[in-house]
């Protein structure tokens, strides 16, 4: 039974979508494409890829949904900037988005709405608004009017008469009945880009792009919404707003997830600390499987630090499953009987913590614990070539998830110089049956992270650490 977290009720609930046997409804706030992707937005984004992947593991259709904000305040800035139109910045930036989503491992969504291409969308739910007395015109665009709607601040859990204004778009002062109501059409000032509307050439407000572009691809009503948890409030508290008041059916969102902040060594990601990372800035230090393994062993709500430690931790943990692979594909041991009942119970015990809110940590407790059983088969040369195929067929099982692990065969790797001199003077030790100083070798080779195995083909080794 799979349980997931939801923001609005602030509790661990059981996932039973609007339509158990349809196609679930799967929406998460993409970027905006002012600059290239941060390392924020590829947590944000690989832990969502690897929930998806978990539901479609499990057997759930999914239709999943990434929005790409393309008119904005910060664009706008932007582009004036560089001397380009919006849509030129958005060009190249989307381009690059999708090559970074591609580098990092991630399934393309199904759909990718721009807000440029959804202005009929947005006009027409403004419309429905202000018709239902939700919204009101002013001499510089549309607002809504959050005391109409009863419920505001439900999903922030935030108290209205105690809040202030201040959201990631400047906030406009011309007529304003609450200072918290928000803009939902901006009417457009000199050399701003524009589109035509019931009151005037403008563009779109912030918030209503989500909800006109959710709805149209999902529903009125539909199962996740995710995104970065700095989107709680006010984005994801004005979505519910602007939903349920058109459509008048609630919940809009029956399950809404978020990603916990990442901080970068210690402290807030930004660019007056000298820390802001952009995507492809990560990729050129990092292979990007490290990274979704980094992601992958946290919980998706989790706070995370990113540094240069824990990503090293990473990429030694994840060589430990890849040498592994290469020990299974080249294993011809004389075979183990509890194979089978080995991967059952670790398909079990990795669904069973997946299945609670995708408590990733103590899935891969699980995983390691399998690790060290096969491991000491491996040691033990028990494992056959049929073993090794079942266990493959496992991980990439467990991979179709993770998108981390290396299961191409690698050509057998030299030892440095120094350590293959050790082990030829540990075999002349053993022609002349000196088996302590041949002992005392192997030792000394296994702190160096070296295990040897006598076999009858000759002496073979693998590295452990």
């Not at 009417?187 to 149209?216: F, L, Q, Y």
């Not at 952009?278 to 946290?298: D, G, H, Q, T």
């Not at 994840?318 to 075979?335: F, V």
């Not at 540990?426 to 049956?433: A, G, M, Q, W």
């Amino acid at each position: 039974m799979l349980k997931v977290y939801n923001t609005l009720s602030r509790n661990t609930e059981e996932f039973v979508p609007f339509k158990p046997k349809q196609i679930i409804g799967m929406y998460v706030c993409g970027p905006t494409v002012y600059g290239p992707g941060h390392i924020g937005h590829a947590r944000t984004y690989v832990a969502f890829d690897i929930i998806r992947k978990y539901l479609e593991y499990k057997g759930y259709k999914v239709k999943y949904v990434v929005n790409i904000t393309d008119v904005h305040d910060d664009m706008i800035k932007e582009a004036n900037k560089q001397g380009i139109t919006i849509f030129e910045l958005a060009g190249k930036n989307i381009a690059l988005f999708m090559k970074d989503l591609s580098a990092l491992g991630i399934k393309k969504p199904d759909v990718m709405p721009r807000v440029t291409e959804h202005i009929k969308e947005i006009i027409e739910m403004v419309k429905q608004l202000q018709k239902k007395g939700f919204a009101y015109e002013t001499n510089d665009g549309v607002y809504y009017s959050i005391s109409k709607f009863k419920e505001y601040g439900k999903l922030g859990n935030v108290q209205v008469k105690k809040s202030v204004t201040g959201t990631r778009v400047e906030t406009d002062k011309y007529e304003k009945e609450n200072p918290m109501d928000f803009a939902l059409w901006k009417k457009s000032k000199p050399g701003e880009p524009s589109w035509k509307s019931p009151w005037g050439e403008g563009r779109p407000g912030w918030h209503i792009e989500c909800s006109a572009m959710s709805s149209k691809y999902l529903g009125e009503q539909f199962d996740i919404h995710g995104g970065a948890v700095d989107l709680v409030f006010p984005h994801h508290e004005n979505e519910i707003a602007q939903s349920e008041a058109t459509y008048g059916k609630h919940p809009f969102v029956k399950y809404w997830m978020h990603a916990g902040f990442l901080n970068v060594n210690g402290e807030k990601m930004s660019k007056s600390l000298g820390n802001f990372i952009i995507i492809p800035e990560l990729l050129a230090k990092y292979n990007p499987k490290v990274f979704r393994y980094f992601i992958s062993s946290l919980h998706y709500r989790s706070r995370i630090d990113f540094n240069d430690k824990a990503m090293s931790i990473a990429e030694k943990n994840l060589e430990k499953w890849n040498n592994l692979i290469q020990e299974l594909l080249n294993a011809q041991g004389s075979g183990a009987k509890e194979i089978d009942s080995l991967i059952e119970n670790c398909r079990k015990e990795f669904v069973k913590h997946m299945d609670e809110d995708f408590t990733l940590p103590n899935a891969w407790a699980s995983l390691y614990d399998f690790q060290s059983k096969i491991n000491s088969l491996l040691s033990e040369r028990k494992i056959s070539m049929e073993n090794s195929e079942k266990i493959l067929a496992f991980l990439k099982e467990l991979d179709s998830i993770f998108g981390a692990f290396s299961f191409e065969k690698k050509e057998a790797e030299a030892l440095p110089r120094e350590l293959m001199a050790m082990v030829e003077k540990r075999t002349e030790f053993k022609k002349r049956k000196d088996y302590a100083q041949a002992d005392k070798i192997r030792a000394e080779l296994l702190a160096k992270g070296i295990e040897l195995f006598d076999t009858p083909e000759g002496v073979k080794w693998r590295k452990i650490q």
